[in-house]
C-alpha cells in the first residue's frame, strides 16, 4: 500500500522538520483578513496540520500563541516521537501529535471543528522516493 511505503520512507531518512512562514496563522489570519473574511484570532484558535512530520511549524507557534491548540498527524511513528521528545524537553503542552493517516481523520475527529487547516508540503517527494 503506498502509504506503507511514504511512511517506511520517512522513518528511513530523517526529514528535518521546520518552520515555514506560509503555515504561520498569524500569516493564514491576516491573509484571510484582507481577503474579507472573519478567521479565528491566533492566540486562541484550535489548528490541524496534516502531514506534520515531528511538529516544526507548531513549536514557535505554540510558543507565541499559548491559548491556541495544535494538532498534528503523522503516519511516521519515528517523527512522531521525535516531536514528542521534543515537546517534552521544551516543555510545550498546547501541541497534539497523533499518529495517523489522513484519510482516517474523519473518523478519527467526528464533528471537532479546526479554525485552521495547515497542509504544507504532504505530497512532496522525499529524497528515498526519487532514488527508488
Ligand atoms: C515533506 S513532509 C512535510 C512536513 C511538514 N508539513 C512540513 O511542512 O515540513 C510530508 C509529511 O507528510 C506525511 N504524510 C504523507 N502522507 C500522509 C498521510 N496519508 N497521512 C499522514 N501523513 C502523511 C509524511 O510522512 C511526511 O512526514
Same mark, same amino acid.
Given at each position: 500500500?503506498?502509504?506503507?511505503?511514504?511512511?517506511?520512507?520517512? +522513518?528511513?531518512?530523517?526529514?528535518?522538520?521546520?518552520?515555514?512562514?506560509?503555515?504561520?496563522?498569524?500569516?493564514?489570519?491576516?491573509?484571510?483578513?484582507?481577503?474579507?473574511?472573519?478567521?479565528?484570532?491566533?492566540?486562541?484558535?484550535?489548528?490541524?496540520?496534516?502531514?506534520? *512530520?515531528?511538529?516544526?511549524?507548531?513549536?514557535?507557534?505554540?510558543?507565541?500563541? #499559548?491559548?491556541?491548540?495544535?494538532?498534528?498527524?503523522?503516519?511516521?511513528?519515528?517523527?512522531? #516521537?521525535?516531536?514528542?521528545?521534543?515537546? +517534552?524537553?521544551?516543555?510545550?503542552?498546547?501541541?497534539?501529535?497523533?499518529?495517523?493517516?489522513?484519510?482516517?481523520?474523519?473518523?478519527?475527529?467526528?464533528?471537532? #471543528?479546526?479554525?485552521?487547516?495547515? *497542509?504544507?508540503?504532504?505530497?512532496?517527494?522525499?529524497?528515498?522516493?526519487?532514488?527508488?
Amino acid at each position: 500500500m503506498i502509504n506503507d511505503a511514504i511512511a517506511k520512507s520517512y +522513518e528511513a531518512a530523517n526529514y528535518a522538520s521546520h518552520a515555514y512562514e506560509q503555515s504561520f496563522i498569524a500569516n493564514l489570519h491576516a491573509r484571510s483578513r484582507l481577503r474579507g473574511l472573519n478567521p479565528k484570532a491566533p492566540n486562541s484558535a484550535k489548528v490541524l496540520e496534516i502531514g506534520c *512530520a515531528s511538529g516544526g511549524n507548531f513549536i514557535a507557534q505554540a510558543l507565541v500563541f #499559548k491559548d491556541a491548540q495544535f494538532t498534528g498527524i503523522e503516519l511516521s511513528k519515528a517523527q512522531i #516521537k521525535n516531536g514528542k521528545t521534543a515537546l +517534552e524537553k521544551i516543555g510545550i503542552k498546547n501541541i497534539d501529535l497523533l499518529c495517523l493517516d489522513i484519510c482516517d481523520t474523519p473518523a478519527h475527529f467526528g464533528s471537532q #471543528k479546526f479554525d485552521y487547516i495547515i *497542509a504544507h508540503g504532504v505530497y512532496a517527494l522525499h529524497k528515498n522516493d526519487c532514488e527508488a
